[in-house]
């Protein structure tokens, strides 16, 4: 089944990648971001934390822990079991307290308490990947970037832009699709469009605006087209 499913990902997208910028701006002309913060402090600890948690939970917990930890050198300095005790309604708290912990005392050490604006010092930061920094890069810094969550994953390989799951893979075969003008566009409104028009199960077919583009075959068959 998978290998079938790998062939037919191998055709090309039947649109441009105007027309496709096009489409997601009716349905996301202005996209934000999820995650609740005020610098790329607070941004880079909530990132590690949403992995594989809700952003609503997410936002629950930050709001109480920017109060008490409002720098990288209150992290740095704090006892790593109170971290754990401050974010337990987190999945997996203690590997993510440990992170945290570790970033931040890189961040004292290296970068002088400031989060770095550049791919190569943010992937040196303990826990941060290309996912994270491309996250940080395009939400904190406006910098051109491209994130590949769980979401954009789906929706690239839903329309034959990518047929890697390398995430690493797929953000090359986006970064050559679309123009780097449009990286943090997409960046953002992908991930909505992932999360909430192009779900992994029940995608709302009958909703979006790129269905008579769409080459997937997960399309709902819908009544009258």
Same mark, same amino acid.
């Given at each position: 089944?998978?290998?079938?499913?790998?062939?037919?990902?191998?055709?090309?997208?039947?649109?441009?990648? +105007?027309? /496709?910028?096009?489409?997601?701006?009716?349905?996301? #002309? &202005?996209?934000?971001? !999820? *995650?609740?913060?005020?610098?790329?402090?607070?941004?880079?600890?909530?990132?590690?934390?949403?992995?594989?948690?809700?952003?609503?939970?997410?936002?629950?917990?930050?709001?109480?822990?920017?109060?008490?930890?409002?720098?990288?050198?209150?992290?740095?300095?704090?006892?790593?079991?109170?971290?754990?005790?401050?974010?337990?309604?987190?999945?997996?708290?203690?590997?993510?307290?440990?992170?945290?912990?570790?970033?931040? +005392?890189? /961040?004292?050490?290296?970068?002088?308490?400031?989060? #770095? &604006?550049?791919?190569? !010092? *943010?992937?040196?930061?303990?826990?941060?990947?290309?996912?994270?920094?491309?996250?940080?890069?395009?939400?904190?810094?406006?910098?051109?970037?491209?994130?590949?969550?769980?979401?954009?994953?789906?929706?690239?390989?839903?329309?034959?832009?990518?047929?890697?799951?390398?995430?690493?893979?797929?953000?090359?075969?986006?970064?050559?699709?679309?123009?780097?003008?449009?990286?943090?566009?997409?960046?953002?409104?992908?991930?909505?469009?992932?999360?909430?028009?192009?779900?992994?199960?029940? #995608?709302?077919?009958?909703?979006?605006?790129?269905?008579?583009?769409?080459?997937?075959?997960?399309?709902?068959?819908?009544?009258?087209?």
């Amino acid at each position: 089944m998978k290998k079938n499913q790998s062939k037919k990902a191998c055709s090309k997208p039947n649109f441009t990648e +105007e027309e /496709l910028i096009e489409r997601l701006k009716k349905h996301y #002309p &202005d996209p934000w971001i !999820d *995650l609740n913060f005020e610098n790329p402090y607070q941004l880079l600890v909530a990132t590690i934390l949403a992995a594989q948690a809700t952003d609503k939970k997410v936002n629950q917990v930050t709001e109480i822990f920017f109060k008490k930890y409002p720098t990288p050198e209150d992290i740095a300095k704090a006892d790593l079991s109170q971290i754990e005790e401050d974010i337990k309604q987190i999945n997996f708290y203690k590997r993510k307290a440990k992170l945290i912990k570790d970033c931040c +005392e890189t /961040l004292v050490k290296e970068f002088d308490g400031k989060v #770095p &604006d550049s791919m190569e !010092d *943010l992937t040196k930061l303990p826990g941060v990947g290309r996912k994270t920094a491309n996250v940080i890069l395009v939400n904190a810094f406006n910098k051109p970037g491209i994130v590949v969550d769980t979401h954009i994953k789906r929706v690239s390989q839903r329309l034959k832009l990518t047929k890697s799951n390398n995430p690493d893979k797929i953000e090359k075969d986006l970064m050559d699709f679309f123009s780097k003008e449009n990286w943090n566009y997409i960046s953002k409104a992908m991930v909505l469009f992932g999360r909430y028009v192009c779900k992994a199960r029940k #995608p709302l077919c009958e909703k979006c605006h790129l269905y008579d583009i769409c080459p997937s075959e997960d399309k709902i068959p819908l009544e009258g087209k």
